[in-house]
């Protein structure tokens, strides 16, 4: 897996829990405001070269939605710990994120535009309440890392075989009964998690993986 390091012209590094940022900055609590736009204006950065934090150059009196346009420089976007329940399309405007951390939100769906962001390479979706995720997944072919571990999936589309430079995959504790053989095709897989599902048997292309990786079942 990549490691994070400065690159390009900025770095963006994204304060994981907002709540406690937003207290300590005076702003109203997620809780009270679960929206995306008001979520991500509690968002700072850290200036590579002077170490300083300072707030993302978001305007509270404009459109957001015609804002986020102009922050395609964010390589890195934790933004964790919420109650975030829906993904705006807009995040298909973050073409240059290389890393994206939507963890602990109640997200039951992701927007066909999550599929716009193929500089990925890692995207953890890590408990949630996901059913399915959009075929436009297949898209981000430099994804390295994909957690999806404790959500509701009950199917994953086959356009995850795409996915030729993941190495790490989870999918544990789901409502899932099968996966495609598709996932027979992502042959740099070093660990893929299935445990805590109702998978009865495994296609035979995945069957001959996990004989060769770190499989969980």
């Given at each position: 897996m990549t490691a994070w390091l400065p690159r390009k012209?900025?770095?963006?590094?994204?304060?994981v829990w907002l709540v406690t940022y937003a207290a300590m900055m005076g702003y109203a609590s997620p809780k009270h405001d679960p929206d995306f736009a008001a979520m991500v204006r509690l968002l700072e950065w850290r200036d590579p070269v002077t170490g300083q934090k300072l707030?993302?150059?978001?305007?509270?009196?404009?459109?957001?939605?015609?804002?986020?346009?102009?922050?395609?420089?964010?390589?890195?976007?934790?933004?964790?710990?919420?109650?975030?329940?829906?993904?705006?399309?807009?995040?298909?405007?973050?073409?240059?994120?290389?890393?994206?951390?939507?963890?602990?939100?109640?997200?039951?769906?992701?927007?066909?535009?999550?599929?716009?962001?193929?500089?990925?390479?890692?995207l953890?979706?890590?408990e949630n309440r996901l059913t399915e995720l959009p075929p436009e997944i297949g898209n981000l072919t430099a994804l390295e890392n994909l957690h999806l571990s404790n959500n509701q999936l009950v199917q994953i589309c086959p356009e995850i075989g795409n996915l030729t430079n993941l190495d790490q995959l989870y999918l544990d504790t789901n409502n899932l009964r099968e996966i495609p053989p598709e996932i027979g095709?992502?042959?740099?897989?070093?660990?893929?998690?299935?445990?805590?599902?109702?998978?009865?048997?495994?296609?035979?292309?995945?069957?001959?993986?996990c004989a060769k990786i770190f499989c969980t079942q």
């Amino acid at each position: 897996m990549t490691a994070w390091l400065p690159r390009k012209l900025i770095i963006i590094v994204i304060v994981v829990w907002l709540v406690t940022y937003a207290a300590m900055m005076g702003y109203a609590s997620p809780k009270h405001d679960p929206d995306f736009a008001a979520m991500v204006r509690l968002l700072e950065w850290r200036d590579p070269v002077t170490g300083q934090k300072l707030p993302l150059p978001i305007d509270r009196n404009q459109s957001f939605d015609e804002q986020i346009k102009d922050l395609r420089q964010l390589e890195v976007l934790y933004f964790a710990g919420t109650v975030l329940s829906e993904l705006p399309p807009e995040i298909g405007f973050l073409v240059g994120l290389r890393e994206l951390d939507l963890s602990y939100h109640n997200l039951t769906t992701l927007p066909p535009q999550i599929g716009n962001l193929t500089s990925l390479e890692i995207l953890n979706l890590y408990e949630n309440r996901l059913t399915e995720l959009p075929p436009e997944i297949g898209n981000l072919t430099a994804l390295e890392n994909l957690h999806l571990s404790n959500n509701q999936l009950v199917q994953i589309c086959p356009e995850i075989g795409n996915l030729t430079n993941l190495d790490q995959l989870y999918l544990d504790t789901n409502n899932l009964r099968e996966i495609p053989p598709e996932i027979g095709n992502l042959t740099s897989l070093e660990m893929l998690t299935l445990a805590g599902n109702q998978i009865i048997e495994l296609p035979p292309d995945v069957e001959q993986l996990c004989a060769k990786i770190f499989c969980t079942q």
